[in-house]
């Protein structure tokens, strides 16, 4: 039985020391999906563990029903267009896409009209027969996509592909995605920017230090990103009283009390109303020894995604 | 089924195809080149040389061969010269020594030094074929030799001894490591390997189609540098004798020089493969199976089997020759363990080569893409 999902089930990757992504569950289904996170979060880490490039130290993939192990299978409905900037130097660009192309075993000929075709969609037939190594940094992205696609892949996975590319093509290129998604296949892309690829994403999933931190449809994800409490830690004498009077705040969601008495944790959903509720109390004469943000991390990640990065 | 197979071998050619390319014109191994080549330049050089001296000396007229053979211990040098005429070569120089006076040094007489002067001379003859060079100390014979100006049997000695130390155990060994470890790594370093691994191609595949590219390129440039040395050595001899020898073993011999040269490809460039997809750094491994190689004649029989040297000196028409004043330790490192036969050699080394093959193919299968590391 063949899946129309890619799923990753428990995965984790690890550098050695470093790691990659943790624990990480997912089932991707057909349409426009984006990974979003900061750099060094993941993002290529799942592509290439998606694509056999590295393989999990625990957890399994598979791929509408193929394990990545088996690139012979997988890789005829998959194309990936990777981050690393290289080709081939022996190469012009139509070279490349043909040579790639009769490893399908397609003849001379077919390989041929496909790669001229996939030049074509990607607006790079004028250059398609100079050297890849003389490349402009886009055009080689391009050269790298058109190599992706021109086996008409049911997947697609495509890791930073509008990064570098001039606001002509990308608009062309985000409406190649949208044409390929709406024909029913998964096209898979990464950002580090959440606003460069909310609107055409039919979902999105935030990673962060190599672990999901949101999925799902981008209105969800969205508004998850809006409501996220603030936590902070409150160290003062009287724990009790504080806890009484910030409770009738109706920003506050939620405080746990220390064991000793002497502190507590806080949860808020507006972080500027909590901070003039802490004055007014402090004001009251209430002594409050310190308060610490909890999960500045978290919020940095979230202000940095919703804010546009850059 | 086998559409299967033969897809896949296409797949191969199409990968071999390529990798062919960068196996023969990679800048990072040019080098190979100038050790595939450097046995043949040797041996030009020689055959030029002689055919120099050759010519130079036929200018000056022949000596007649029973004249050469005539000479004696002890005649003078213008006793010679006088029966056998102007030499092609007459080089004369005075030798000093420094000795003590008669006398001095004893009964606690002071020892005196003094200086003592002999006039050498040589002579050389010529009568079309052979060379006599004549050693005179003060005017008198002392030594001579007559031999060949070319002696086929001592080239090919040569040949033996420079195909086995150096072809076998230094150029093919370092050219198969400059051309197979470079297969996955020079992709790796170029960043490139992962075009290979997003292809529909099993990573087995892709190891066999970069191993024949590998072996293609490896076997043309030594087996072809391997005969044209053979070539350059017979090139300044006589053809008559060329003639005789070619038909009596050259040929065969030839043939086998060619073979241990290709096979040597086929078994060091399966190892180095295996050996990069295995290990980050070449010095490691090439250290190692250098060392395994020198030792390998120290081992047990059975081990002695897992090495490709042992098979490709048992191709070598000839014994390499052994030099008996060589130091034993040196003697002992060198000599070949008992050899097989030919059947069992190529046998053995092919067996060899698929295991190691095999060992490759699993490793294939683990390599990740990590390009920022290397
Ligand atoms: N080959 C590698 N060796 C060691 N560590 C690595 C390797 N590749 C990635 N990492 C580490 O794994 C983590 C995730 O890296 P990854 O490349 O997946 O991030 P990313 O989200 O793609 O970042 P970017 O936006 O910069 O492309 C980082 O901490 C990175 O340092
Ligand atoms: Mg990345």
């Given at each position: 039985m063949t899946t129309a999902e890619v799923i990753f089930d428990d995965i984790s990757k690890f550098y050695g020391e470093v790691l990659g992504v943790n624990r990480v569950s997912l089932r991707i289904p057909p349409g426009i999906t984006s990974l979003v996170g900061p750099n060094g979060s993941g993002k290529t880490t799942l592509m290439n563990l998606l694509t056999g490039l590295i393989l999990p130290d625990r957890g399994s993939i598979s791929v509408l029903g193929v394990s990545p192990r088996d690139p012979e299978t997988m890789m005829r409905f998959t194309g990936y267009a990777?981050?690393?900037?290289?080709?081939?130097?022996?190469?012009?660009?139509?070279?490349?896409?043909?040579?790639?192309?009769?490893?399908?075993?397609?003849?001379?000929?077919e390989a041929e009209e496909k790669a001229w075709k996939a030049l074509e969609w990607v607006s790079m037939t004028e250059a398609a027969h100079r050297k890849v190594a003389a490349?402009?940094?886009?055009?080689?992205?391009?050269?790298?996509?058109?190599?992706?696609?021109?086996?008409?892949?049911?997947?697609?996975?495509?890791?930073?592909?509008?990064?570098?590319?001039?606001?002509?093509?990308?608009?062309?290129?985000?409406?190649?995605?949208r044409a390929w998604a709406a024909e029913g296949r998964h096209v898979i892309l990464s950002s580090h920017v959440l606003q460069e690829v909310d609107v055409i994403s039919d979902q999105v999933i935030l990673i962060a230090n190599g672990m999901i931190v949101a999925e799902g449809e981008i209105r969800g994800v969205r508004e998850e990103i809006h409501d996220?409490?603030?936590?902070?830690?409150?160290?003062?004498?009287?724990?009790?009283?504080?806890?009484?009077?910030?409770?009738?705040?109706?920003?506050?969601?939620?405080?746990?009390?220390?064991?000793?008495?002497q502190g507590m944790l806080v949860l808020t959903k507006d972080r500027e109303q909590f901070a003039r509720?802490?004055?007014?109390?402090?004001?009251?004469?209430?002594?409050?020894?310190?308060?610490?943000?909890?999960?500045?991390?978290?919020?940095?990640?979230?202000?940095?995604?919703?804010?546009?990065?850059r | 089924m086998t559409a299967t197979i033969s897809f896949r071998a296409r797949q191969a050619c199409t990968i071999a195809r390529v990798e062919l390319r960068r196996a023969f014109f990679s800048k990072r191994s040019f080098w190979v080149y100038l050790l595939a080549l450097f046995p043949a330049v040797v041996f030009i050089g020689h055959g030029i040389e002689a055919k120099i001296d050759r010519q130079r000396w036929s200018a000056k007229g022949f000596t007649p061969a029973a004249l050469l053979d005539g000479i004696k211990q002890g005649e003078t040098s213008e006793a010679v010269r006088g029966r056998l005429g102007t030499p092609v070569s007459d080089e004369k120089w005075d030798h000093r020594r420094r000795v003590l006076r008669e006398g001095s040094g004893k009964d606690s007489e002071p020892r005196v030094w003094e200086e003592k002067r002999e006039q050498r001379r040589r002579l050389t003859y010529f009568d079309g074929r052979r060379r006599a060079d004549l050693w005179f100390e003060n005017g008198v014979l002392r030594s001579k030799s007559i031999r060949p100006l070319l002696n086929l049997e001592e080239d090919r000695q040569v040949f033996a001894g420079l195909f086995q130390y150096f072809y076998l155990r230094l150029a093919i060994f370092f050219g198969c490591l400059g051309i197979f470890m470079n297969l996955f790594r020079g992709d790796m370093l170029d960043?490139?390997?992962?075009?290979?691994?997003?292809?529909?191609?099993?990573?087995?595949?892709?190891l066999l189609g970069k191993y024949a590219a590998g072996l293609v390129a490896a076997v043309v440039i030594f087996t072809g540098g391997a005969l044209l040395c053979f070539a350059a050595m017979l090139w300044p001899h006589d053809p008559g004798e060329v003639q005789v020898y070619w038909q009596a073993s050259g040929l065969s011999h030839a043939f086998?020089?060619?073979?241990?040269?290709?096979?040597?490809?086929?078994g060091y460039g399966s190892v180095f493969l295996a050996a990069g997809l295995l290990l980050r750094n070449p010095i490691v491994p090439a250290a190692t199976l250098l060392l395994w190689e020198a030792i390998n004649g120290f081992l047990p029989a059975t081990l002695q089997k897992v090495s490709v040297l042992y098979y490709l000196q048992s191709l070598c028409p000839?014994?390499?020759p052994m030099d008996n004043s060589a130091p034993a330790f040196i003697r002992m490192l060198l000599s070949p363990a008992e050899p097989a036969s030919h059947f069992w050699s190529v046998a053995g080394l092919l067996a060899l080569t698929a295991l190691v093959l095999v060992v490759a193919a699993r490793a294939s299968r683990r390599i990740e893409i990590s390009y920022s590391t290397e």
């Open positions: 990777t981050q690393y900037d290289a080709a081939p130097r022996w190469a012009t660009g139509f070279e490349f896409i043909t040579t790639g192309l009769l490893l399908f075993g397609c003849s001379r000929a490349y402009s940094k886009g055009m080689r992205q391009r050269v790298r996509l058109a190599q992706a696609i021109a086996h008409n892949p049911q997947v697609l996975v495509l890791d930073e592909p509008l990064n570098g590319l001039d606001p002509l093509v990308r608009a062309e290129t985000i409406a190649l995605f996220h409490p603030s936590q902070f830690v409150i160290r003062c004498r009287d724990a009790s009283r504080i806890a009484a009077l910030l409770f009738n705040e109706d920003h506050v969601t939620e405080i746990k009390l220390n064991d000793d008495r509720a802490l004055s007014r109390i402090a004001l009251a004469g209430h002594e409050i020894d310190g308060v610490v943000p909890a999960d500045e991390n978290v919020d940095a990640l979230y202000e940095y995604l919703i804010g546009g990065g | 960043k490139t390997l992962h075009f290979w691994f997003l292809a529909p191609i099993r990573r087995e595949v892709l086998w020089y060619a073979a241990a040269a290709a096979l040597g490809c086929v000839i014994p390499a």
